[in-house]
């Protein structure tokens, strides 16, 4: 077994000054600055319009920053090739189309495509990632199903599957749990925590849900037009001040009994 470092993580992510607006628009993400440690659980939260989704699209190098630098693994992220990239840093995005008739299983293989050369055999380790993959999401029992034929809540979880056969050291989630029932979002959310814990993997995850941002991050930063208000731990970020700074909601913070992490009560409108 690998001792324990006392060292402090390096950042897997920098962002340096970002700008980012798409053509013809405004800018959506203002000179952000932003660094994430190896290792961490990250909710990025914010009311709607505030740069979240596009940040992490950045990240993942799905929109270009028009000033400014993000920086992975050490290395500008203009200087790393789409299947390289894909080999360390995985994302969900908030909405995704498969291709008319895929099957499940098929979809969550593709999963595989950056670790395998062109025209090499499926191995063991393939196979191994993908059944993990669909066994810890729950869709085994769908695999021979086509994609367009399930539920959103379903296809949810498939896609999910397909970006944990990636088998990143990185994740970048948008917005998770959107379409998913109570159970299964807090489903997920117990297997996100539980492969930043057990496996060591970093995760950016853009959520909408206070409460459980404040129950299974480790640290959350809140955006309002596209600059960070605050950044802290939870206990740090969700007081009553912050949330309705950022979120115009007056509201009660409280300690969740089952969790001991602050639990947002919003006051009744008025």
Not at 82 to 100: C, F, K, N, T, Y
Not at 196 to 220: F, K, S
């Amino acid at each position: 077994m690998t001792p324990l470092s006392n060292a402090v993580p390096a950042e897997v992510i920098t962002v340096t000054a970002a700008s980012i607006a798409y053509p013809h628009g405004p800018t959506v993400v203002d000179a952000l600055s932003l660094g994430i440690r190896a290792g961490s659980f990250v909710a990025i939260v914010g009311p709607n319009g505030c740069g979240k989704s596009t940040l992490l699209r950045a990240i993942a190098r799905l929109v270009p920053v028009a000033s400014g630098s993000i920086v992975f693994d050490g290395q500008d992220l203009r200087a790393r090739s789409p299947r390289e990239l894909a080999r360390s840093l995985g994302i969900l995005p908030q909405s995704s189309s498969a291709p008319d008739g895929m099957r499940v299983a098929d979809l969550v293989a593709r999963g595989r495509y950056p670790h395998r050369r062109p025209f090499a055999a499926w191995t063991h380790v393939d196979e191994t990632a993908v059944r993990d993959a669909m066994e810890a999401t729950g869709v085994t029992d769908l695999a021979g199903r086509d994609v367009d034929e399930l539920s959103g809540g379903q296809r949810q979880r498939v896609w999910l599957a397909m970006a944990l056969a990636q088998d990143t050291h990185t994740l970048l989630l948008d917005e998770p749990t959107t379409y998913l029932d109570i159970a299964h979002q807090l489903d997920a959310l117990e297997l996100f925590r539980r492969i930043h814990r057990e496996r060591g993997r970093t995760i950016v995850a853009v959520l909408h849900d206070l409460n459980h941002a404040a129950r299974y991050a480790d640290r959350i930063v809140a955006l309002k037009r596209g600059r960070i208000v605050i950044d802290g731990s939870p206990a740090e970020v969700l007081t009553a001040a912050a949330v309705e700074e950022v979120f115009d909601l007056p509201c009660r913070i409280i300690t969740d009994p089952e969790s001991g992490t602050p639990l947002v009560i919003p006051k009744t409108r008025r």
